[in-house]
């Protein structure tokens, strides 16, 4: 697979922009929770530059082997506390979004193991990782291509 086209070179400004914004979001959302939110929207949208790329970071930050195995199975899983229980729950709510949205009962959920603010800025990461999956998956970014220049190479993954 080759990329389709290179939007980084093609659109340098919005790509500017969209990083800032990514940055602004990983400084407000805790980094487990970030990794775990980045890490199960790219598994839904089945997106492997996104999921190649944030095992590597998840890794590299510290995050264990068999959590990162686990992030698909994380309703069965015991590894996984509520406070990221109720991140992924979110994510893959906001990620699949129905006809009426976003059910009551689940954001009354995880609003009340969250918070308003956490919550706030959980939704905020989780639009970000989308529009980075959707930007991957339609320009067909090739998993691993950046591991160099991202210093993912440090995970021992590559």
């Known amino acids: 697979m080759t990329q389709r086209l290179d939007f980084s070179k093609l659109s340098p400004e919005l790509l500017r922009k969209y990083y800032e914004f990514s940055m602004a979001v990983k400084s407000a959302v805790e980094p487990t929770i970030k990794h775990l939110v980045d890490l199960r929207a790219s598994q839904i949208n089945g997106c492997a530059f996104c999921l190649d790329m ?92 950046m591991d160099g220049p991202y210093g993912l190479t440090k995970s021992g993954l590559s």
């Open 54 to 145: 944030h095992v590597k970071e998840a890794k590299i930050g510290g995050e264990r082997e068999l959590r990162l195995h686990h992030v698909a199975i994380w309703r069965e899983s015991p590894l996984f506390d509520e406070r990221e229980r109720a991140a992924l729950e979110w994510t893959e709510a906001v990620t699949r979004l129905g006809p009426h949205g976003v059910p009551d009962e689940i954001y009354d959920k995880v609003r009340s193991v969250l918070g308003d603010k956490a919550l706030s800025d959980l939704s905020f990461a989780v639009m970000g990782i989308n529009g980075w999956n959707r930007l991957s998956i339609g320009f067909q970014s090739v998993p691993g291509s």
